[in-house]
Nanobody, 119 residues
């Protein structure tokens, strides 16, 4: 059974920091690209950050310089370090694993964790 379980969300003041974690099981973690997405009320889900199996990263323009994605293949974990948080960062943050090869395309989603930035 494939499982992606996020943790680390919560309430934080503007300017504060949080680190989100995503624990994956049931997949060969090292061959999957991992991403963090977020969805705020009334908005579409958007890509926040993504890291490929070889460690390449990309970020949404809105979070560049503030957020850092990383992975630990030995632990089947992916992280999102979020600094200088703003009201606009409030959303449900979800972890995604995906792969695309000659075997086809497949992705898996976690249930999400709430991040609320409030004074």
């Amino acid at each position: 059974q494939v499982q992606l379980v996020e943790s680390g969300g919560g309430l934080v003041q503007p300017g504060g920091s949080l680190r989100l974690s995503c624990a994956a099981s049931g997949i060969v973690f090292s061959i999957y690209a991992m991403g963090w997405y977020r969805q705020a009320p009334g908005k579409q889900r958007e890509l926040v950050a993504r890291i490929t199996s070889d460690g390449s990263t990309n970020y949404a323009d809105s979070v560049k310089g503030r957020f850092t994605i990383s992975r630990d293949n030995a632990k089947n974990m992916v992280y999102l370090q979020m600094n200088s948080l703003q009201f606009e960062d409030t959303a449900v943050y979800s972890c995604k694993a995906d792969r695309s090869s000659v075997l086809g395309y497949r992705d898996y989603w976690g249930q999400g964790t709430q991040v609320t930035v409030s004074s």
